[in-house]
């Protein structure tokens, strides 16, 4: 399915303006969402209670405020509040063009994707390619369902990159934790070193790794739907976990298991077999699949009883 735009926006740069369409470049697959029921297997509905009358209070009559001292707020009606927000904007204004590693991760927000839109190719690619030689991103000003951010705009290897920047308040500062300044010995540090020298990697490969919990609680859905029962399992990071070790004693003997796993050789790659049940993704077909087989099961152990029943 080919991926679809979120709006039609102009890049601003300079006296050019770029004609860009916005893409999500991610999509939320993270956790897995259980509802609330009652034990009788029904839905539960959420409601809102007054502090001073005890009454359930309908949407309608609900207002929103902005306490100011205890107890104390300043109310404000919807068109309030829609006066207040920034209004949308299609162009992207570009401020600034600073070194592509700028910018502290710990920064970044959500990520968007920007593809040339009609006519805007050249200047598209012309920017692209210009970020790419000048080893610089742009820092642009973009306002967006109501807030108004600072924004990345960065080069890849296939197009452009909008990243959204949070504000300084936002972030935490690491000087806040007071963290203990400590020494370590050479000893400690070539071992330290030796140690990240063996396991070091030149690129991050994503499809090395996937989401273990996720899997798990698939599996554990699919063997309720299936009527089994879920048993719990020891997770290993709970036990020793505030363990008082030796440091050299500790890297030495990670240097060693690293040895070890490198003079063994590396097991067959077996051939590729069908997914079982509990590894297919969580989609409504698979579940509406399940839940057929359980009924077809059913209805098979009942037509017997039929039979006998006509006779």
Request: proline share 4%; net charge neutral; glycine share 4%.
């Amino acid at each position: 399915m080919a991926a679809r735009s979120l709006a039609s926006l102009t890049l601003s740069f300079g006296l050019v303006s770029i004609p860009v369409k916005l893409y999500s470049a991610t999509e939320s697959s993270a956790s897995v969402s259980f509802n609330l029921l009652t034990k009788e297997g029904s839905r539960v509905k959420q409601q809102y209670i007054s502090e001073t009358t005890q009454k359930v209070v309908d949407r309608s009559e609900m207002v929103k405020g902005y306490e100011f001292e205890k107890d104390r707020y300043v109310l404000f009606s919807p068109e309030e509040l829609k006066a207040l927000q920034e209004g949308t904007s299609h162009a992207i204004d570009i401020v600034a063009f600073i070194p592509e590693k700028a910018v502290d991760p710990i920064f970044y927000d959500k990520a968007y994707f920007l593809a040339p839109d009609k006519r805007g190719g050249k200047p598209y690619a012309l920017l692209m390619e210009a970020m790419r030689q000048s080893g610089r991103c742009a820092l642009a000003k973009w306002a967006w369902k109501g807030k108004q951010y600072v924004v990345q705009v960065r080069a890849a290897d296939d197009g452009l990159v909008l990243q959204q920047l949070l504000y300084a308040d936002e972030v935490r500062s690491l000087k806040d934790l007071d963290i203990e300044k400590v020494d370590v010995s050479q000893g400690e540090l070539k071992l330290a070193l030796q140690l990240i020298d063996q396991i070091s990697a030149d690129t991050y490969d994503p499809e090395q790794f996937e989401d273990e919990e996720k899997k798990r609680i698939l599996a554990a859905i699919d063997d309720k739907i299936q009527g089994k029962q879920v048993v719990a399992t020891e997770h290993p990071e709970d036990a020793g976990s505030a363990q008082v070790i030796d440091i050299m004693q500790a890297l030495q003997a990670s240097l060693g298991r690293k040895a070890d796993t490198k003079a063994k050789p590396a097991p067959a790659r077996a051939a590729k077999t069908p997914a079982k049940v509990s590894e297919i993704p969580a989609t409504k077909e698979r579940k509406g699949a399940l839940r057929s087989n359980k009924l077809e099961e059913a209805a098979a152990a009942a037509a017997p009883a039929r039979s006998r029943a006509k006779k």
